[in-house]
């Protein structure tokens, strides 16, 4: 199975999700997170690093809950802003 190339912008939504759940890992290792989300550490490093940019939605599913984010604001807060033409 080949892959399409990712996008610039599904490149940047994927560095973004990272940095966000890098944010609310906080002080919280890794491998704690991880766990609770029922991943590896090595799948969430590579989240995190953009790495993995598009993880499955289960994937992200899990950790908000583990990190305590809802689905919505993580959208909210990956999806670029589109400025309006003036």
């Not at 190339?5 to 560095?15: A, C, N």
């Not at 993880?55 to 807060?77: I, W, Y």
């Amino acid at each position: 199975m080949v892959r399409t190339p990712l996008t610039p912008e599904e490149r940047e939504r994927g560095e973004r999700l990272g940095r966000l759940l890098r944010e609310a890992r906080g002080g919280r290792s890794m491998a704690e997170v991880a766990a609770s989300a029922g991943i590896s550490a090595e799948t969430l490093r590579k989240i995190e690093t953009g790495r993995a940019p598009t993880p499955a939605f289960f994937t992200v599913a899990a950790l908000a809950q583990a990190l305590g984010l809802s689905m919505d604001d993580l959208a909210g807060r990956c999806t670029p802003v589109v400025e309006a033409a003036a």
